[in-house]
């Protein structure tokens, strides 16, 4: 997509979600016919508002009188569908800019998913629409739904029309996946207010619908299904937006793997970039991502159900020890707290249960089958414990007659609880069907897989909370990175700039060698552009004496003549000990500077342990990151001292201002960062620059 140069019209949320005129352009009255639907679909769903459906053939299309033309409609309206071939779509685009239309749905495909020239093509859809205030969706979509005027105008028939009106919205860049979303919240009860697919994005993108739901105050749960972010900073806008309006928003990704990525590139024409960079940067957000399609509809089920959950602490609760340790094994495996309860609860407790010694998870044992009271009062006296921020009630596979017996206290008490409560129910066929009846005709937050529950619960309990970045730039740094293509130059530039680098010096040909920061050390050829020196022998570690140091001199000045490269000197540095970790940025084309902090030296490749942030970054954002890699430990100082991680988060936030001020630089190595005992400090001790107007300079390691 080119940038355009007429501003983007504000998107108008009303006339999307309740429309009050509709026109068809290119309409059918088949509705087996793709321009069949979205008429069929609004007389079905009974539509109030105003239908135009537009053809150039004369007369009444299912009884609704039609226009050969947009312009002939007497009045503006604020929803127009285009139903046409690829070819006629540029024309109609202009005629319904001419009419006024408010918003146009371009149902037509062939446009930047299929090469440079549809992609012309698709901007100049958008340049035109935004010349006469109107915004396109599309192309190459099945258009949106409202359960708010009953506006079900999408262009496919499997759409489920007996819906539940709700809060939940969902933008979808995937027809397909919008239809599955929408029906499968229906079957599952979670009401739906809105469901927009957005295909290519030649103009209105999830940001612009995002930000529009962020002023609806019925919306209060969002969920994404994304290809790719076109314009990073207005979604971080936008999402900022709608969480400060109490909205929580959830999204899945694809192109988490090279076949997903293949799939989004030629679906909608997207990019699909690193899933770990999205990961990192979105949920930074504040956005919750999931894993898979059952989870995104299980956190809008579980929001809808509980609301919001004031924390993790989690009590297990069955009348079944087996089911109990598989509960709680569950919970604990997901990263939520299992408390133990306290002495006094356990006495209050004590005094309900015959049977059995209050824990958690709470094991009621077979007593609970012939005392109808007792689940009503084990629940009373957690409510008034205030230890937990959630139960999860386990229950067995239950026939009508205990169901008939004990399901009205479970339910009583799921519904009165000030403790939000989450009931999980193995359901099976000819047995359990009296107690599922009951549970899905209550109010009741129940699942059949207890493992799905709990990633449910996860996901509301764990909502991450948007990283506030540093606005820290520092607006005098001028310093070209374009020549600092080499270690010792790059090191250099880097302490002047207030980064830590190893002490060490440059031995020029010829001279006598010396460790001026004494011994052990760290020798290597300096080659202009060389980016990989120990693959040539220029790299000698471990040097511990003067005949060391010679011998190591002289070996690197061989290896260079050996592999004809231009030595100039060679680098003398102090060896440091601590933990290894490796960082670097890249200008990356959709997110911009990030900053990757990692696991260094072996463990770099065995781990794979990472973590992105967005440049700049403050010191707390720094530290949360580091606090997820899974070295982290080492940091914390597992086998050993605590490490310097307070010198470490000073040179991270500090080397993210540099990268984000220095407009030329498009990647910075530091490989490896050692940190040393607490007090000790941090250190680069190798580093390599690449801007963006030497082309000539070595890439360095993508992060």
Not at 212 to 233: G, H, N
Not at 347 to 365: A, C, I, Q, W
Request: proline share 5%; glycine share 10%.
């Amino acid at each position: 997509m080119t940038a355009s140069t007429t501003p983007r019209p504000a998107l108008v949320l009303q006339s999307l979600l309740a429309p009050q005129s509709i026109a068809i352009i290119g309409a059918s009255a088949d509705p087996g016919r793709h321009n069949g639907r979205p008429l069929a679909n609004l007389l079905r769903t009974g539509y109030a508002g105003r239908i135009y459906p537009i053809t150039p053939r004369e007369g009444d299309i299912r009884g609704i009188p039609s226009y050969r033309k947009i312009a002939d409609v007497p009045e503006r309206v604020d929803l127009a569908y285009l139903l046409v071939r690829a070819d006629l779509v540029p024309g109609l685009v202009e005629e319904c800019a001419q009419a006024g239309v408010r918003n146009l749905v371009v149902n037509s495909s062939g446009f930047a998913e299929e090469g440079e020239a549809g992609a012309a093509a698709q901007d100049r859809l958008r340049e035109l629409a935004w010349q006469h205030d109107m915004r396109i969706i599309g192309p190459n979509c099945i258009g949106l739904l409202s359960t708010v005027e009953n506006a079900i105008s999408v262009t496919t028939l499997n759409i489920t029309i007996e819906h539940t009106p709700g809060d939940v919205a969902i933008i979808s860049q995937s027809g397909g996946m919008a239809t599955n979303l929408f029906n499968r919240a229906q079957g599952d009860g979670i009401g739906v207010r809105a469901m927009v697919s957005l295909g290519n994005e030649a103009d209105v993108d999830v940001a612009d619908v995002v930000d529009a739901l962020a002023d609806d105050p019925e919306t209060r749960t969002i969920l994404l299904y994304i290809e790719q972010l076109r314009d990073v900073p207005r979604f971080r806008s936008a999402v900022r937006r709608a969480r400060a309006a109490g909205k929580a928003i959830a999204g899945i990704k694809i192109g988490r793997t090279a076949a997903g990525v293949r799939s989004a590139q030629s679906h909608t024409g997207a990019m699909a970039g690193s899933y770990a960079v999205f990961r990192d940067l979105v949920g930074a957000m504040g956005v919750t991502l999931v894993e898979s399609l059952d989870e995104l509809l299980d956190f809008a089920y579980l929001r809808q159900q509980l609301g919001e959950v004031a924390g993790d602490r989690v009590l297990v609760v069955s009348p079944s020890g087996g089911e109990c340790g598989y509960v709680a094994d569950l919970v604990e495996t997901a990263g939520l707290q299992m408390p133990e309860i306290s002495a006094k609860l356990a006495e209050r407790l004590g005094k309900v249960m015959r049977f059995g010694t209050p824990s958690n998870p709470l094991d009621l044992t077979g007593q609970v089958i012939g005392d109808d009271t007792l689940l009503g009062s084990v629940f009373g006296e957690i409510e008034r414990s205030a230890e937990f921020d959630v139960v999860v009630v386990a229950l067995p596979t239950w026939g009508e007659f205990d169901s008939a017996r004990l399901m009205p206290a479970v339910i009583a008490a799921c519904r009165t609880s000030k403790v939000p409560m989450i009931v999980t129910a193995w359901s099976s066929r000819g047995l359990t069907e009296y107690r599922d009846d009951l549970l899905r005709e209550s109010p009741v937050a129940s699942f059949e897989n207890a493992g799905r529950a709990v990633a449910a619960l996860r996901a509301l309990a764990h909502r991450p909370r948007a990283i506030v970045y540093s606005s820290k730039v520092d607006a005098q740094l001028t310093v070209d990175p374009s020549a600092l293509v080499d270690e010792v130059a790059a090191k250099s530039w880097l302490a002047e700039l207030g980064i830590s680098v190893s002490e060490e010096s440059v031995l020029a040909p010829g001279q006598a060698p010396r460790a001026a920061a004494g011994f052990p050390v760290v020798v290597k050829g300096i080659v202009p552009g060389l980016a990989h020196k120990s693959e040539y022998g220029l790299v000698k570690v471990g040097v511990k004496d003067q005949p060391e140091l010679e011998r190591a001199v002289s070996e690197i000045a061989d290896a260079a003549r050996e592999h004809k490269l231009p030595l100039e000197g060679q680098l003398i540095a102090k060896a440091y000990s601590g933990v290894e970790l490796i960082a670097g940025v890249v200008d990356d084309q959709s997110f911009g500077k990030i900053l990757m902090i990692g696991a260094g030296g072996v463990l770099a490749e065995l781990l794979d342990d990472k973590v992105f942030l967005a440049c700049p970054a403050s010191a707390d954002s720094v530290r949360s990151a580091l606090s997820k890699l899974r070295i982290s430990r080492l940091l914390e100082g597992y086998r050993g001292g605590a490490k310097d991680v307070a010198a470490l988060v000073r040179m991270l936030a500090r080397v993210s201002e540099v990268a984000a001020a220095c407009s030329d630089l498009a990647e910075l190595d530091l490989n490896p960062i050692i940190v040393g005992e607490e007090g000790e400090g941090a250190f680069v001790v190798d580093a390599l620059v690449r801007s963006h107007s030497i082309d000539s300079a070595p890439a360095l390691t993508r992060v």
